[in-house]
């Protein structure tokens, strides 16, 4: 396969890029696309048609349209772990989806259901009768920010906490109020050998015995979900209380699998199927809308354009919604994990960059904080705004604050101020791209759809930059070492067989503090 940068469409993007280009004749409202209730504006992107027609150029030579079809299909598009990528399946109707696949997904989408609906009508109790009153949903990466983020995001009318960090605060916190006999138990972990999660895990576990001194009760207050089911029943959690996640579900493509338990007991069968009809939504659209309407693909295009040929070596996720406060943890994985690649499919260093750090915040409070180097820094990025229209509270005055301020700040990103002749401190370049996605409202279907699309933004760059966006071999080297140095830093253990520095600070850290 042809690499990306032999392509005659990038020599021509690399052409157009290499030109001053400050004239750039855009009409708005030939900027924007729209799907149900989303609103995607990239008038304030570098780009002119000539770009945008280069763009859509490199798509059809690197085949995104067949990627497309082939990962809805259920092809092996995880290249190197030889698997399908078929969170799509999970959201889609059942005469939708592939075959191989639609009968399981549709047995086990109903069992999750129905857990979900005896914890939330107090049918499922705990092993002294009660019924659940708050659920400790303990998981990491992919097992925790996809569900969390829709709890916040959408609420519902149950307490559901999340522990995802090995550090002992956060376990102890997440527990510190809570009622044994009233407490609910998830163990999110497709692998079920996460060292986070087991190790909160087992910190829940001896919570419980603990408090309740009786050893069945594991069974009771914990639920599994994970594709390991042994290793769920040799930390006592029975078969018949795990829910499966399967090899074809990716962890950051998990929240609409059984890991999204959570989000059904908070928000019930209807918001969670929703949920699921808003990502289906998108996927439709993903999948008919010819090229230059389709939102996830001018997404990628953009982010390429901004990325390959404008050096913007970052991008951040601007969100001026506090109930979106997590949205940028959320795509900083899904985008770094997926994307995050160099060796290309066939084996060979990618020669071009890859994805960008993805970073962000919650808005205004970012402009008081990282804004100043958009402003004045010298370095390029693009951005992504994300805001809602309608704010679902009656503080009408401080909602239109909030979106003035963020299209304010998109203004000023890309026009910039001239200084005044005698304070040169004053001057704010500009020219910086970025796109504002607007949501009518947020609602389950709404989520719904802006996850899908972000999470098909990502799909369609790994294709144009043929990489494998579906696993994470990276991530580790980091594990392994961590397993070393936790032998080191134990009462007998030497410091060997690890770099001077590691070593130096396992010293520091063994040595008796006053
Ligand atoms: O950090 C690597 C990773 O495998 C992520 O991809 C995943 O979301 C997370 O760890 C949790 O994995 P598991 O669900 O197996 O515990």
């Not at 580790?476 to 032998?487: F, H, I, P, T």
Request: hydrophobic residues 45%.
């Amino acid at each position: 396969m042809t690499a990306p940068e032999d392509l005659q469409s990038w020599n021509r993007l690399a052409a157009l890029a290499a030109q001053e280009r400050d004239d750039r004749k855009v009409d708005p409202a030939s900027m924007r696309l729209t799907t149900d209730g989303l609103l995607m504006d990239f008038s304030r992107q570098r780009v002119d048609q000539d770009i945008i027609d280069a763009l859509l150029a490199l798509a059809r030579e690197t085949g995104v349209e067949a990627a497309i079809e082939n990962l809805f299909e259920g092809a092996l598009v995880n290249v190197s772990e030889r698997r399908a990528a078929l969170h799509t399946a999970m959201r889609a109707p059942h005469e939708e989806r592939p075959e191989a696949v639609a009968d399981l997904i549709e047995a086990e989408q109903a069992r999750m259901l129905d857990v979900a609906r005896r914890v939330r009508e107090g049918d499922w109790r705990g092993a002294t009768g009660k019924p659940f009153s708050t659920v400790v949903h303990i998981g990491i990466g992919g097992s925790r920010l996809g569900p969390e983020l829709v709890v916040n995001a959408l609420g519902g009318d149950f307490d559901i906490r999340f522990l995802s960090n090995v550090d002992g605060n956060a376990a102890i916190l997440a527990f510190a109020d809570l009622d044994p006999n009233e407490t609910l138990i998830v163990v999110a972990s497709k692998s079920f050998g996460t060292l986070e999660t087991l190790t909160n895990a087992r910190f829940a576990r001896s919570w419980l015995l603990e408090r309740t001194g009786d050893a069945n009760a594991v069974a009771q207050h914990f639920v599994a979900v994970t594709a390991n089911v042994e290793a769920a029943r040799d930390f006592g959690i029975p078969a018949d209380r795990c829910l499966p996640i399967w090899d074809w579900i990716g962890g950051r493509y998990s929240l609409w699998s059984a890991v999204g338990l959570p989000i059904a007991i908070a928000l019930g069968e209807t918001g969670f199927c929703e949920l699921l009809d808003g990502a289906h939504d998108m996927d439709r659209h993903f999948r008919t809308a010819p090229p230059a309407q389709n939102l996830p693909l001018m997404l990628a295009l953009l982010g390429i354009w901004n990325n390959n040929f404008l050096d913007g070596s970052t991008h951040a996720m601007l969100v001026y919604d506090s109930r979106l406060a997590i949205l940028p943890q959320f795509l900083q994985q899904l985008e770094m994990e997926s994307s995050g690649k160099s060796v290309t499919n066939d084996g060979s260093p990618s020669r071009i960059d890859t994805a960008p750090v993805i970073w962000g915040g919650e808005e205004t409070d970012g402009q008081h904080a990282f804004h100043q180097l958009l402003h004045q820094g010298t370095r390029a990025f693009s951005a992504d705004f994300i805001a809602v229209a309608d704010p679902g509270h009656d503080l009408a005055d401080q909602h239109r604050w909030l979106l003035a301020n963020c299209l304010g700040q998109g203004e000023a990103l890309l026009a910039g101020a001239p200084s005044p002749a005698d304070a040169p401190h004053q001057a704010v370049a500009g020219n910086h791209p970025s796109t504002t996605l607007l949501l009518d409202r947020l609602d389950d279907r709404r989520l719904g759809m802006l996850l899908a699309l972000y999470e098909h933004k990502v799909f369609c760059q790994s294709v144009i930059w043929g990489i494998n966006p579906f696993d994470q071999w990276g991530v580790e080297l980091g594990k392994q070492l961590a397993r070393r140095v936790y032998d080191a830093l134990g009462e007998d253990s030497e410091a060997d067989d690890m770099d001077a520095a590691t070593a130096s600070l396992v010293d520091t850290l063994k040595k008796p503090r006053p």
